[in-house]
């Protein structure tokens, strides 16, 4: 006597293809750029994080050394000039005297230079991206 086992559908889920807008930008995060890394919080010291962008791909871990140069997908190098900084607060006293807390700045912890120029706007067709 044989079983049947019967497979619940909503247990299987189907990948959702990819826009091909969003396929697009994937491949613009990939394109490998030089640059200098700097480490302004620690001068001459070292980073490590852990960087994933989109769903699927790997978790890829990377150290780095101030004033070194790397070459890095420019995915990676646009996250470390625009999320590693955090706010920096200051407290006023309002026109009542009470004190009042708002951002004053965001301190950068790190940041990476191109040593290459390379556009990244939206303009840039899918033949002038270098071949993987």
Not at 83 to 106: A, L, T
């Amino acid at each position: 006597m044989s079983v049947e086992k019967k497979i619940n559908a909503s247990v299987i889920k189907e990948a959702t293809p990819m826009s091909q807008e969003l396929h697009m930008q994937r491949e613009r995060d990939r394109v490998m750029v030089r640059g200098k890394f700097m480490f302004h919080e620690v001068p001459g010291g070292n980073m490590g994080f852990v960087f994933r962008k989109y769903k699927g791909d790997p978790l890829e871990k990377y150290d780095m050394n101030d004033g070194e140069i790397y070459t890095i997908p420019l995915g990676v190098a646009k996250h470390l000039n625009t999320n590693c900084s955090y706010p920096s607060y200051s407290y006023k006293n309002d026109e009542q005297g009470r004190p009042v807390m708002s951002m004053s700045e965001r301190v950068r912890r790190c940041s990476f230079q191109s040593l290459e120029f390379f556009d990244t706007s939206a303009s840039v067709k899918e033949s002038a991206l270098p071949s993987l």
